[in-house]
Structures are given as C-alpha cells and as structure tokens.
C-alpha cells in the first residue's frame, strides 16, 4: 500500500536518489534487521530461552532511560509506572525460576572383589 501511494502522489523521477543514499540504507538495512536478530538468536543460543526472556524484558526500560539520558525525554508517570512494573516482573520471575544449585557429585569407592581360594 505505501507503494501505491508513492505511485499516485509522487513522479517516477523521484525515486532516483545519489549513490550514497542508496549505500546508507542498505547498511542501514543490514545493521539495524540482519545484526541485531543474529546477536539475539546467538545469545538466545548460549543462555537458554528462559533467561534470555528475563533479560530482554528489561529492554524498554532500557529505552526509556537512554531516551531521557540521551535525548533528554521527559518519561511521563506512565512511563514510569510501566518500568516499574516491568522491572518488579523481570525480577520475580528470575528469582521465582532461579536454577537449583548444583549438589556436589557424590564419590564412588571401588569395590573390592573377594580373593579367590
């Protein structure tokens, strides 16, 4: 649909843009899509779907302080109430579903088999 749309509003001249432009938004393309799925499939990969679901919910609060940090964004009380919660949640979670502490293995003494008479 949003070709259509360019197709009525605007001339066919308008999709010649420079070279360069064409060059950013391929690695834009590839950097912002391509990357960051592969990072997140490579860390889901070595910590387990559990924990990286725990971890990756702490991501729009992350956003949130860097919009603020950042940009100097104003989190509004809703905002703010969400990261709350979103971080109460996160951490209920990970304490809720803590993995076992491994026990020591136990030591097997061999056996020692009668004498033979």
């Keep these: 649909t949003m070709l259509a749309h360019f197709a009525v509003t605007h001339r066919a001249t308008d999709l010649l843009v420079p070279g360069p432009v064409i ?3 391929l690695f834009l393309g590839v950097a912002i899509t391509v ?3 592969l990072l997140m499939a490579e860390g889901m990969k070595r910590i387990g779907s559990q924990r990286f679901a725990i971890i990756s919910s702490c991501g729009p609060v992350a956003t949130v302080v860097l ?10 009380v809703i905002a703010c109430v969400g990261m709350a919660i979103t971080l109460a949640a996160g951490i209920a979670i990970g304490a809720a579903k803590a993995p076992p502490t491994p026990t020591p293995p136990t030591t097997l003494t061999p056996t020692t088999a009668p004498e033979p008479r």
Aim: glycine share 12%; charged share 5%.
């Design 23 to 25: 060059g950013y938004g």
């Design 35 to 37: 990357v960051p799925s």
């Design 67 to 76: 919009a603020w940090a950042v940009l100097a964004e104003v989190p509004t």
